[in-house]
């Protein structure tokens, strides 16, 4: 069944179950895959068979190659020769002689073409053709150079010979001719010219002025890079020879010109081969069209040795050295020379294995060079496999083999091959090189090259006739500037900036050939140097230059149209004109001139995007249409950036980058240009992909294979603040353009936005106030001087710079000034306002008062008391309140109003639930007002400030307050663990498609996005905030790219951004200043105590309206209370690292109130009980997270001093203890009214709470649960928290202390249902999400309570914490639900979401389904506090801490021990009631010296041990099951010996009884040896008898066999006579039938018949024996009916002798024959022919008559014989079943007879036996007497014994050997004798756990024989645990490998990725397994495997 089917069926019957349950479904879908995988494999095979025909399709990736294969037309290749062949952008077609198309000639890059000497058809398969036409080229390339090296110097200059050939075939001809002269030159000199070399130098000298003087001359571009490339070349080769002059070279054998790079026609090859000492390679003639040459220094030409001497050696180069030194230019340069295609790949961690080895298949087939860039970039797994693969072929190379084997395949090797890898050694994300990679490698050391002699032949080449001087000044320039300047990331003085500058010359020198050369270079130094520079540095630089060039002034170059567009698109946009800015423009241009990849480098605020933007615009503007592609590529992950090639499918998932280059460098006939801008940081990880496309290769290099160039018309721009994390390899590759701040300022900024206001007069005033305030203002801010007087920055929330501040000035100024506003004190009034609303917004607090005062100062208006009736108005500033900031300038009424009039008084509603209960203060409500105003203007808005400033709970009132039919709201909660992808899909989820590009809310709706916790997310190592990267684009170019398969760009209209964060420092982190750049900041101050009081008070007093009068009035003293509670425990009681959540902050105080805000009037009437529940709720916040005894002890002081001080009269009942409140007295009791209140006492609370566990366990898992004090506490605290509105709860406490089985209790008595995830293999998020759906489900649709336990164990993923987060902050986890479920949620709640009153919107019910979840969700987190985990979790995830009531479990008070001990203890009968009391006290007292060791332990050794309850729990169930089995065991002994004893006594008495059957027994064996001899008597007898007749029976039949043959012979013989006979008389027979009736009547009616006729009838007569013969007795016969039937059935045998005779006289008598009869009568001759037979037949039976009667006799006698033989046999039969009977008799007789002769003998020996036990075992009988009383002895001192034991196996495990002996022997041991509790002595505890046969056992199998490894292998095989083994030397792990070893041992470690399904195997066929290497984390999935949670089901047992 096809797929299709499979879902056509499935669409109808969308059910899981069933369209899973169709028959054969599951097999179809099996046939499905391997199908597929079939077809997979036959692309693949089918692609490496077109590969391996032509190998250049290696280099391109298989979609590309799909491509071509997949189209009919040959044309589809042109786009991808570029990538085949280095530097042909296309081959020529052209249509032949027929209809066919034919390629004619390669065209290259620069337009450079070679026409082919003969055209090949693009016919037939490509990978033929195409293999054709490489190889006409090369044949075309051969006889172009040979015919140019023919035609050098014949008869034309050499300039002109130049011109009729390719750049390439001119530089291989002159090399040729070069090599040719120069030993020409050297016969010369043997032959005694001794100035032929200096003749020969002048030669050179003189061509290369020749060459300079044409180069400056008027050429096309072509012609200008071939004489480029061939006058570097030609300098080099001057140099040499002036070396030669110089050193007196004078012999071609001599070092100096043997290694050189030399070019000779070797005539016998007819070929073109290159020399340098030992290595010889022949040319390769690839075309490469006009690509340049370098400039060949020392150092080139050391590194083309180096490798071409390791390439004779079957050996790689590996150039390492810093960026920028030539590493990869000067090996592909090698490559041309020597005429090979070299291709570039730049390495990075995404390539492996596969992807490398298809690259080093086609380099093999194709003999090109492979330069692998940035080798070390490659994971070092993955090195290690590529050594092998490099192995491989240089093997091949060295056994010269055509082919061999590479990748399990056979393919052709070409031995021109070579593999070359370049490294930075030490760079960001390199690795160190393996071993085995690097010996197969030349290391060539690429060090900084001479950079003068590098300008002087560059500018040489460009037609600088000065090109020495100007160089030395150039490379002097440069080192200055790097001495001197400042040290920025950006800045690169190297090679690559050089060779910009040169270039950049090069086209000014060209452009005004007129200027002089040093003016020429000054301006290229200046102008491609000056971007770059930060503002300090310019006038450094400058002045270097001019110090370098004195008395040059060249003004800069004015571009008249291009400077003119960049103004006209300033204007347009209503930007300032600027010449900076404008000349910033004309910088990046010029950079990208001669650079194409650009970076625009500065902070935030220097206009960086207008810069980029300008730019574009401009080159439209001027008909160059420019595109731009802007990306963050810190907003995903580099495999989303790059994409990924799956390891094992090799499929290949494009990424965001990747996608964009494709599709933005696909060929164009436009005129235009394409941009990659990068907005966002650059670290060395991502960035260091793109290093091949940054320099000269412009390549971008893909894992799979794919190689994308970057196009002419395309470039890569960077806007990033800084390059700190930007290797020098990405640096050296970029143009830089800085643009500083400095530059800008502030003032454009206003200038723009006041220009942009209608109202003129407006204009002058507002420019008036900005000059008068804001410069000042900023100064003072940010450099702290005022009035010219240095003095302290003021402080802001977060860094903020000077354009940050004015433009949230004008965003303030726009939202307050909707209208024109004319009068000058009015307008002075709302920009104060929006002075301090943006300057002043991110003040810190002292920071305010002065800003408020230098304000002041600055406004020098009259100050006014104002009261609440006399406000300031304009031209005034009021003074009532201490600043500016407490007051709001009201535009209705022109007055400054203070915020503290404007606060609402809060009525309470008791209806509203607690949580969202706002109580308006003046911090709320100028909260509120500026979120108002932001939104208003559509700004983005942060609030930044302390935790628990009511950010979160003002913005989400805010939200709730605004329309819900013109507002959606989302809200977002950031952890450390957000993601980019987290706030996509959460942002995705919220907007819906409009258009085909564009996404939105619900059109006509504003979409407001609430982030909580911006700050939070994770930095990067990079310094990078993921989400944050991705919001920044989100927020600046309005959309983001689709993360899907799409990859596109996604517009997002209609959504607007507020959002709230914390302080940097703990966990939260300082964000991106160019992301803060894009909000408004404000800093929610913490609120002022009135503030605090007046909202708490309020509550309060809403809440007591109900209350009696004396509550109502100690509101504000229990207000007053809590503050001061509250504040002197935050000074006392600071966060440390061990107290992490010491994070005090006003939720705590929201919670206190929470609590006291659910008591209720009937319960608490006197004011003792309300003070005393004020003391419970501020235990319950802040004493139940302390976490040591002094800090509890604070704290109750401080409640008891203020309670003493404030309620003397109460405090003594306040502060009574226990103090337990809760509500679950009624609990059980169906419709009672649950209601909070004071349980008094343990005993109570313990009476009800027993109860409701007695419920619990009726229907649940029986839970065992000791109710001590300290668990009643808990209880308490949890249910506390379970009853409260969204009360969710963390229990820190160390494993097995009672959490969950209390949370559970709690859980049930507060009525919810609880909800736990359960782990399995492979559980990740997905899974999780999937259990959260579930449980979401449970809370919203079928609307129950539920408590949702989330342990640690269940945190299998750390990103499991910011689902949590989620759930804890906001309710609900992001993304949660898909459209479609939703959809369903959504339907389903419709009605129920309506009788509440929401809206009918789809978001209105979905909110609706989101707080009924919220509302009915708890989420209780029981954590462990060991090691740092938990703390790093606090941090990375603040709702842990700030959104959970935290209860810290302290180790276990000895109450609880003890009670704990005695309910377990004293229900066992084992213990004697006498010692029950003993008992118990040792053992809580082992428990607590345990806790004391551990310390010192902790101490001596720096080694943890943790006591919990769990092993104190261990410790109980292990002693009383060991002293279940130790005392049966002694039981058992004791019974042995006794039953020992007993058995010797009746041994005596069996002995008697013994004897007397034995006499018995004789008598019987006599008698029947008797019985049995008269047997055996008759037996003979009979046996004779038989014997007898058998004998005869044999001789009668032989007899008989005799006869049988006699009588066969006989027999035989008268038949074959009778047989001869016969045959005749049958004839007469027949003869007769053929008578007829009528026949025979003729006769008889004759009355006289004729005599032959009669004769023959009276015959028949005499036959048939009728007495009278005669013719009338004839006739009568005759007459007879019947008459022939009767002769035919007649009896001849019955025919007498006499009858015979008779007939023979009559037929005598008859002279007549058969014949004459037959003419006498017919009847007549058949009768005679039946007598003549009949008479024949006669005579032979007369013969054989005897022997017939002979025959019958002796068949007779032999009959007679058989009868006999049966009677005979049949008697012998009978005597041989009476012989058998007989027989079995006597064997039975004999039987029984031996029976009684063995019981005889067995007695006998019983007898003896018995006499010598009883004579022997007389002595032992005392013996064993004292046995049995030792064993008694021994069973009571099991109590004490089995007390050290089982002590031993609970806790002393992890000790050492003294910490063993000391608490076992001198405290334990001690103990238990002090206590008189029986104890064995002296005590050894091998003897009770353990025995010696299994301790040799032990030493057998590898265990150490000394007593520290016998307690480990007892702590190993008995303890009730699975034994952790801290094993140092592997004694344990060869110890149990080897006991193990036989019982199938599975050995795994937690990294083995199928370690669960060998653990599952383990489980279910009982094999032992062993975890090795395990580290602190052991995989929370075996939690329930380690714990031994067994579950039973139907008689099966399973975890």
Known sequence: MSVVQIMTETAKRPNIKEACHVADRLHDLQDLSVGLERCQKSLNDYLDSKRNAFPRFFFISDDELLSILGSSDPQCVQEHIIKMYDNIASLRFEKGSGAEQVVTAMVSAEGEDMVLRKPIPAEGRVEEWMTNVLHEAWRTNRLITKEAVFYYGDNTSRIDWMLQYQGMVCLAGNQIWWTWELEDTFIKVKQGDKMAMKNYGRQLHTQIGDLVCKVRSQLSNNDRKKFNSVLIIDVHARDIVDSFVRDSIMDAQEFEWESQLRFYWDREADNLIVRQCSGSFSYGYEYMGLNGRLVITPLTDRIYLTITQALSMELGGAPAGPAGTGKTETTKDLAKALGLLCVVTNCGEGMDYKAVGKIFSGLAQCGAWGCFDEFNRIDVSVLSVISSQLKTIQNALIMKLKRFQFEGQEISLDSKMGIFITMNPGYAGRTELPESVKALFRPVVCIVPDLQQICEIMLFSEGFLLAKVLAKKMTVLYKLAKEQLSKQHHYDFGLRALKSVLVMAGELKRGSPDLPEDVVLMRALRDMNLPKFVFEDVPLFLGLISDLFPGLDCPRVRYPDFNDAVEAVLAENNYLILPVQVDKVVQMYETMLTRHTTMVVGPTGGGKSVVINTLCQSQTRLGLYTKMYVLNPKAMTVVELYGILDPNTRDWTDGLLSNIFRDMNRPTDKNERKYIVFDGDVDALWVENMNSVMDDNRLLTLANGERIRLQKHCALLFEVADLQYASPATVSRCGMVYVDPKNLGYRPFWQKWANARSNKVEQEQLIKLFDKYVPSCIDMILEGIVDGRQGDKLRTIVPLTNLNMVTQLCNMLDSLLSSDVTNANVLECFFLEALYCSLGAGLLEDGRKKFDAHVKKLANL?????????????????????????????????????????????????????????????????????????????????????????????????????????????????????????????????????????????????????????????????????????????????????????????????????????????????????????????????????????????????????????????????????????????????????????????????????????????????????????????????????????????????????????????????????????????????????????????????????????????????????????????????????RMDQGHALLVGVGGSGKQSLFRLAAFSAQCEVFEITLNRGYNEYNFREDLRVLYNRLGLENKRTAFLFTDAHVAEEGFLELINNMLTSGMVPALFGDDEKEAIVGQVRNEALRAGYAPSRESIWQYFVKKCTNNLHVVLAMSPVGDTLRTRCRNFPGLVNSCSIDWFMPWPEQALYAVASVFLTENDKIPASHIEAVVSHVVSVHQTVGNYSSQFLQKLRRNNYVTPKNYLDFINSYLKLLKQKDAFILSQCQRLDSGMTKIAEASEQLNELNDKLVVQKVAVAEKTVACETLLQEISVGTERATEKKQLAVKKGKEIGVQTKVITVEKRQAENALAEALPALEAARIALEDLEKSDVTEIRSFAKPPKAVQTVCECIVVMRGIKEVSWKSAKGMMSEANFLKSLMEMDVDGITTSQTKTIKNLLGTMECTLEEMKSISRAGSGLLKFVEAVMGYCAVNKEIKPKREKVARLEREFHQSKRELEKINKEVTQLESELGALGAKYEEAMRERQNLEEETALMMRRLVAADKLISGLSSENERWTKDLEELKQQRIRLLGDCLLASAFLSYLGAFTWDFRNALLYDEWQADVLSREIPLSQPYRLEALLTDDVEISRWTSEGLPPDELSIQNGILTTRSSRFPLCIDPQQQALNWIRKREEANNLKVCTFNDPDFLKQLELAIKYGFPFLFKDVDEYIDPVVDNVLEKNIKGEHRQRHY
């Open 862 to 1282: 009259g100050n006014v008391s104002d009261d609440n009736k006399n406000f300031a108005k304009p031209g005034e500033l009021p003074s009532a309140q201490p600043t500016l900031f407490d007051y709001y300038f009201d535009d209705d009424e022109n007055l400054w109003i203070p915020w503290i009039t404007k606060v609402p008084s809060y009525i309470h509603d008791p209806e509203v639930k607690y949580n969202e209960i706002l109580v308006p203060t003046v911090d709320t409500v100028r909260s509120t007002w500026l979120l108002q105003v932001m939104v208003r203007i559509k700004c983005p808005v942060v609030l930044v400030g302390e935790t628990g400033t009511s950010k979160t709970a003002t913005t989400q009132n805010f939200l709730r307050q605004l329309d819900s039919d013109s507002t959606l709201l989302l809200n977002v909660n950031f952890s450390s663990r957000t993601s980019s992808i987290d706030v996509q899909r959460n942002l995705e989820a919220n907007v819906e498609k409009r258009t085909k590009d564009t996404y939105g809310p619900p059109p006509g709706k504003r979409l407001l996005v609430f982030i909580d916790d911006m700050n939070m997310p994770q930095v990067d190592e990079y310094g990078t905030q993921q989400p944050i990267a991705l919001l920044k684009l989100l927020l600046e170019k309005g959309g983001m790219y689709d993360r899907g398969k799409d990859l596109n760009w996604k517009y997002i209209k209609d959504i607007g951004f507020l959002a709230a964060m914390g302080k940097a420092g703990g966990g939260r982190n300082e964000v991106d200043p160019r992301f803060v750049s894009l909000f408004s900041v404000f800093n929610i101050t913490f609120p002022t105590d009135e503030t605090l009081y007046h909202i708490y008070s309020s509550i309060l007093s809403g809440h007591a309206q109900g209350f009696s009068e004396e509550i109502r009035g100690t509101v504000a003293e229990v207000t007053n209370m809590t503050l001061a509670l509250y504040k002197r425990v935050i000074h006392n009681l600071p966060p440390t690292p061990s107290k992490f959540h010491y994070i005090f902050n006003l939720r705590d105080l929201s919670r206190i109130y929470n609590g006291l805000c659910i008591t209720t009037p009937d319960r608490f009437q006197t004011v003792e009980q309300f003070v005393r529940v004020w003391r419970n709720e501020c235990l319950r916040v802040i004493y139940d997270r302390l976490t040591t005894q002094e800090d509890k002890d604070l704290v109750m002081g401080l409640c008891k001093d203020l309670l003493e001080s404030s309620f003397p009269a109460h405090a003594e009942f306040a502060m009574r203890e226990p103090i337990l409140f809760g509500d679950y007295r009624t609990a059980l009791a169906e419709g009672e009214p649950r209601i909070y209140e004071d349980l008094q006492d343990y005993d109570a609370a313990k009476a009800l709470l027993t109860e409701i566990l007695d419920e619990y366990n009726e229907n649940r898992t029986v839970m065992n649960l000791v109710l001590f004090d300290d668990a009643l506490e808990h209880l308490t605290r949890i249910h506390r928290v379970i």
